[in-house]
């Protein structure tokens, strides 16, 4: 030690800087903090956890954005939780509250500037992922714009885990609060899962659910993306962080009368906004398009995104949502066969378009269904619903996995619809579980669909039943038009428009299984121009149900 | 008086660790000696605002620390080394002594100098840029003594300071005390009474939560005149005779 009383100059190479008292606080925390150590880790995380299964979906801005949301933070949550605890607890663990404890900044301005400097880091590693993934779905040229509703409800998880941990370290220091942080953190947002899945209407609240049970398309596609569950969402995680940051203020040794006061209201203020979300989540409808909220809801988000479809310009027309152009000639080649063998048959459709899937129906496990494909309109249109089906590309799925899906699930039902068997519901509205019962005056229509069907190739064989009632088309269309599962959360149970199964009570003798196959192998055995010419003349009677077996060529 | 102590008491449960104490203290270096337990450091967390009197007044700085607004008056002219110093092990030396600079409210401008300045008056010059977990016990210490001294304080409470430090450094240390003392309240809890006869204007000797001695090391040296008191040096047997004097007079009950 030196005796010289004199001001020291320093050398220049270890001289502090002269910002401002607390940004430069902040400065130190910032590049000390040992949230540094956990960068590349989360970095790791992000990559396996959000950007490859990103990368594996279409680029579609909802999906990317919803894998942001629900991936990215049940893997980040926990470890920012246990980050967050081993920041607060610093100073106990370090054994520096008595010396930190009696500086004239109140102790609790310098653990909000710990907490911010271990928040800003997670922040900008997470946004620096959300910029990587967003850039290469940009560059993958999809449609429309990104969602920044996902990446704001993610970006305020992360504050508010930071802060959760942090607190709870403050509060309790000690070599495994981090630890304990962290799992209860991860056992709240398992907890949540399970609650959303058990409809528990509260639980919308979840800041992993992006909007419910939605397949992708419904949101931010076809219509605009609902942000009522995110701003509850960001109110809820808001709330939980000033609550968490406001108690550190309220001890005794936290600061003066008015910074405790201060403190108090911070708690008080995100009591109240973590409260009324969760209040506004109570009152959450699941509606077609996404989640609304009505004390939140714009009616202006209802209106149908506009836009130019995308069309092929082949003798039917097949236009999609420009979202899916680049599945354009996928869903021409799988549709064509099928297109050209029903052109110019009265009713059949002289134009494809895509639609979105409208259905909600069941309310138990979130559980929604999707209408199929359906004919209608003059000249006729097939409205086609792509929800559910996996896409060239989309985990790796092959382009002939997505045609064989398409027209096995999609080609029996417009069948099914051009000959006359009921097959659900005008497009728009959707109706799922067909449950519907067949009488005799369907064996006909039976019969010709199941050739159609195998002429087209468009399911493998099947059996006819036989009995006293007419057979059902059990298995070909079985899983129905979109009855697959949504990303997001929640199972589907979808029972799509192809679904025959079952016979009903119609009326009059049932003809034998014999006599049914036999009908379906003699005009699958006409030539091509003969079955057209045949169903030319009598597709309206076949429609009516005044074709029987016995008149089939 | 920066110091004006009144029938202080600290209780932790049924101990009671300080007991009724008197002190004064104005510019200049005090120490405080006492055996372990006597309540030396109890006594000083009281005088640097960690923990309040359970009863008795207090005045530091001219000001009553009860209140928040004069407490955080006083942190900002006080300089506090605890006896068991925790740090920041990712902290280089200077990023440390800057840190309880800023925390101290010292105005920005004036942060780098002084950093500057308490780095050095420690001898950590060539350390300042070395991260705290590389530093031996030694200059932790002195990094520790460095962020007490770093505003210049008015009051200067240092437990055990010179812990660790090696012979050469105990005598740069003393230097750098009696110079703090010259404006300055400096009071020093230590075991080592060659330090405070080194360095110490008074001393105060503290038994069983009490002070049973106040004066100037020469007047503590002359208190084992007369007396078969043990130790190797003058100040160590007035250490000894004022101890077994307010022992006996404890357990007589019979005045020191």
């Known amino acids: 030690m030196t005796t010289a009383t004199a001001p020291v100059t320093a050398p220049r190479a270890w001289r502090v800087s002269s910002a401002a008292g607390p940004a430069r606080l902040l400065r130190i925390e910032l590049r000390r903090s040992p949230m540094l150590w956990l960068l590349p880790v989360l970095a790791v995380l992000f990559y396996v956890s959000t950007y490859r ?10 999906i990317r954005s919803g894998t942001i949301q629900s991936h990215t933070m049940l893997v980040f949550a926990p470890l920012l939780a246990g980050a967050g605890a081993w920041v607060g607890s610093r100073d106990g663990r370090r054994g520096l509250a008595d010396l930190v404890g009696v500086t004239a900044v109140p102790r609790w301005a310098g653990q909000v500037a710990s907490w911010a400097a271990a928040a800003i880091w997670a922040e900008a590693l997470y946004l620096a992922g959300v910029a990587v993934v967003y850039g290469v779905t940009a560059h993958q040229g999809a449609w429309g714009g990104p969602l920044w509703w ?29 630890g304990l942080a962290a799992l209860v953190v991860f056992l709240a947002l398992a ?4 609650a959303i899945q058990d409809n528990a209407t509260y639980a919308q609240i979840w800041p992993l659910n992006v909007q419910g049970p939605f397949p992708p398309d419904s949101y931010g596609i076809f219509y605009p993306y609902l942000p009522d569950l995110a701003i509850a969402q960001v109110m809820f995680l808001a709330g939980l962080a000033a609550v968490a940051l406001g108690v550190l203020g309220l001890p005794a040794g936290a600061g003066g009368r008015w910074l405790r006061a201060a403190a108090a209201a911070v708690t008080v203020a995100g009591l109240a906004a973590a409260g009324t979300a969760v209040g506004l989540a109570g009152t959450a409808r699941v509606e077609p398009h996404g989640i609304v909220i009505p004390a939140l809801h714009d009616a202006a988000s209802d209106r149908a995104t506009p836009y130019t479809p995308a069309c092929s310009h082949g003798a039917v027309p097949v236009c999609l949502q420009p979202a899916y152009r680049a599945y354009l000639p996928e869903v021409t080649a799988a549709l064509g ?12 459709p002289a134009r494809v378009t895509q639609v979105v899937v409208t259905t909600v129906t069941s309310a138990r496990e979130n559980g929604i269904g999707f209408g199929g494909p359906v004919i209608s309109g003059r000249p006729p249109v097939l409205y086609l619903p792509l929800s559910g089906l996996t896409l060239p590309g989309e985990g790796n799925a092959p382009a002939a996995q997505f045609t064989a899906n398409l027209t096995g699930q999609d080609g029996t039902a417009i069948v099914n619809d051009l000959v006359g068997l009921p097959s659900g519901a005008p497009a728009g509205t959707g109706v799922t579980g067909v449950n519907f019962e067949l009488g005799p005056r369907h064996a006909a229509q039976f019969a010709i669909a199941n050739a159609l069907d195998r002429v087209l190739n468009l399911t493998g064989p099947w059996s006819v039943p036989s009995g006293a009632h007419p057979p059902g088309r059990s298995s070909g269309a079985g899983t129905g038009g979109n009855g697959a599962a949504a990303s997001g959360s929640g199972a589907l149970a979808g029972s799509g428009a192809g679904a025959r199964s079952g016979a009903g009570a119609g009326g009059g003798a049932a003809p034998s299984a014999a006599q049914q196959q036999a009908a379906v192998d003699r005009f699958a055995t006409l030539s091509a121009a003969a ?12 429609r009516a149900g005044r074709v029987t077996l016995s008149e089939i060529p | 008086m ?20 008197d002190l004064a203290a104005g510019p200049g270096v005090l120490g405080l000696l006492g055996p372990n337990g006597a309540g030396k450091t109890s006594l000083l967390r009281m005088l640097a605002t960690v923990i309040p009197p359970s009863s008795g007044t207090l005045r530091l700085l001219g000001r009553d620390p009860r209140g928040y607004a004069q407490r955080k008056q006083v942190r900002r002219r006080l300089g506090y080394l605890p006896q068991s110093l925790g740090y920041y092990p990712g902290f280089t030396v200077a990023e440390f002594v800057e840190y309880f600079a800023l925390l101290k ?22 350390k300042a840029r070395a991260r705290l977990r590389t530093l031996s016990g030694g200059m932790l ?19 055990e300071p010179t812990a660790g430090l090696d012979p050469e450094q105990r005598v740069a240390f003393r230097t750098l005390l009696r110079d703090m003392g010259q404006r300055a309240t400096v009071i020093v809890s230590t075991h080592l009474v060659e330090d405070v006869g080194a360095a110490c204007s008074q001393v105060a000797l503290m038994d069983a939560g009490r002070i049973v001695f106040h004066g100037t090391p020469d007047e503590l040296t002359a208190r084992a005149e007369g007396t078969d008191a043990a130790g190797d040096a003058p100040l160590e047997r007035g250490y000894s005779a004022v101890l077994a004097a307010a022992r006996h007079a404890a357990t007589t009950g019979t005045p020191a």
């Open chain 2, 141 to 159: 210490r002195r990094a520790g003594i460095a962020q007490a001294i770093v505003n210049d304080p008015d009051l200067l409470l240092l437990d």
């Open chain 1, 191 to 194: 907890g949540g899962a399970f």
């Open chain 2, 105 to 126: 409210e010292m105005p920005p401008g004036r942060v780098p100098g002084a950093v500057a300045a308490a780095v050095e008056r420690v001898d950590l010059g060539d």
């Open chain 2, 2 to 21: 920066n110091v004006e102590v009144a029938g202080v008491t600290r209780r932790f449960g049924r101990t009671k660790a300080v007991a009724g104490v």
């Open chain 1, 150 to 178: 996902p990446v704001t409800v993610g970006a305020a998880t992360v504050a508010a885990s930071c802060a959760v941990g942090f607190a709870a370290g403050a509060r309790l220091p000690g070599r495994f609060t981090a």
């Open chain 1, 531 to 542: 079955r057209h010419a045949w169903l030319v003349i009598h597709l309206a009677a076949l």
């Open chain 1, 337 to 348: 066969p099928l297109l050209g063998q029903l052109a110019g048959l009265p009713g059949a």
């Open chain 1, 53 to 62: 299964p990103a990368m594996d979906n279409p680029p579609f801005w909802n």
